[in-house]
């Protein structure tokens, strides 16, 4: 790239001096073109206030930075910015409506500086020079800031979520483990309709995250789910703590879940979280049993290498059920399946094979359809897996199922490094 026009750097201060001279009026334009093309920012005047002093102290900074060629490893964020930022978060204004307006207003302003450039009437070479340094400056501000306005904003999100939610937590753990429930006080108290069908879930991170914006994830995902199986109202959401979260998804009443679409929908949002959900359940048993079997759920998906980052009741559920005491189950794994629960690649082959062989009935050819082999290797595969095992696969077929379903649910959790 050219070294840069020697006088570019004046050139832009000018720039910024003439556009600075009509300060209030560039700032209520990009506010009044902001305002416009985001529909989710109006309707609170006390919010648009904070707004409009947000943009003029951002458009008053970016001057100054242009003016006075200041580097911007020296800048924070405005602080009526930072406070719009809060602002936003309070009210459940979408993360993605306030980096929007830092893009739009970006671009009105941009706007401003271009045709003030382009009235200096200076040669090409110095016209250009100018524009692209005040595009590198703009843009390099612009990330600065909306990086520093995002961790703002997920931590006041995790904080008013915790704050507003305290009481609704404690009310829910009432309704979960009262048996007699007066549904005409518990449905104003916490905003939701007890009466209907409801999905339960359980979404959590491994591990703290920087910035503290763990909440605002979960509660993200959560919204998400609901609004993929069409829910007719808010999710009830809960916080548990700073990186887990229970949620009650209102169907109405409807019970019929695309599983398949709920797994995409997590996958897709934010790889990092994971979502174990229950069976739906109507009214208040419904409420609890689907929490639970959420919950249940997600004991067992935690205690995965890897950890699953979608898991329904449904698929797991007798390993749910079983899965009290890890060490437990492992010893009764190994019991069932001896030298076959060793964690190398040999043994996986035969136990999928078993595994798939079991589900269809004990049928060769359909267990070489699903895996894509031949039947003669089917074949070989399960004699191999009973010599291993000491007996049929067919005798003792339900344990023997069982524990194959643990094993490639909890993998590694379960398994033997080498044989006994």
């Not at 008013?160 to 939610?165: F, G, N």
């Not at 996958?267 to 419904?286: L, M, N, Q």
């Not at 267990?367 to 007996?391: C, M, P």
Request: net charge negative; glycine share 6%; charged share 25%.
């Amino acid at each position: 790239m050219a070294a840069e026009h020697p006088e570019a750097a004046k050139q832009l201060s000018v720039v910024a001096a003439n556009v600075g001279s009509h300060l209030p009026e560039v700032s209520r334009d990009i506010g009044d073109y902001v305002i416009a093309e985001i529909p989710e920012l109006r309707g609170d005047e006390t919010v648009i206030k904070i707004l409009q002093a947000s943009i003029a102290e951002n458009v008053a900074t970016l001057l100054h930075i242009f003016e006075n060629d200041i580097p911007l490893d020296k800048i924070e964020g405005p602080a009526a910015a930072l406070e719009y930022a809060r602002r936003l978060a309070q009210r459940g204004i979408p993360l993605s409506a306030m980096v929007r307006a830092y893009r739009i207003g970006h671009w009105r302003f941009l706007q401003w500086c271009l045709d003030e450039l382009n009235r200096q009437d200076s040669d090409e070479d110095l016209a250009a020079a100018t524009n692209r340094r005040m595009l590198r400056v703009s843009f390099g501000y612009i990330d600065r800031v909306t990086e520093h306005v995002i961790t703002v904003y997920q931590q006041e999100r995790d904080h008013w979520l915790l704050s507003q939610t305290a009481a609704r937590a404690a009310r829910v753990r009432d309704i979960l483990t009262e048996k007699d429930v007066d549904l005409n006080w518990a449905e104003p108290a916490l905003g939701y309709r007890i009466r209907q069908n409801h999905l339960g879930l359980v979404a959590w991170l491994p591990t703290l995250t920087d910035g503290g914006e763990g909440l605002a994830r979960l509660h993200r995902i959560t919204n998400e789910i609901a609004q993929k199986l069409g829910s007719p109202a808010k999710p009830l959401f809960v916080p548990r703590d700073a990186v887990v979260s229970w949620a009650w998804l209102p169907l109405g009443s409807h019970s019929d879940v695309p599983w398949k679409q709920v797994s995409d929908v997590v996958e897709r949002c934010d790889p990092s979280v994971h979502v174990c959900a229950g069976r739906v359940g109507y009214g208040i048993e419904g409420f609890r049993s689907t929490h639970r079997q959420a919950a249940r759920t997600q004991e067992l998906a935690a205690a995965a290498k890897p950890a699953p980052q979608f898991t329904d009741f449904s698929t797991v559920a007798p390993i749910a059920l079983m899965a009290t005491n890890i060490d437990d189950m492992r010893a009764w794994v190994w019991d069932v399946l001896g030298p076959l629960a060793v964690d190398d690649e040999n043994s996986a082959r035969l136990r999928e094979t078993v595994r798939i062989f079991l589900g269809t009935g004990c049928s060769y050819t359909a267990t070489a359809s699903a895996q894509i082999l031949h039947k003669n290797t089917v074949q070989y595969r399960i004699r191999k897996a009973e010599e291993i095992l000491g007996y049929s696969v067919q005798q003792g077929h339900i344990d023997l199922e069982v524990a194959l379903l643990a094993v490639e649910y909890l993998g590694s959790t379960l398994l033997r490094t080498s044989p006994a």
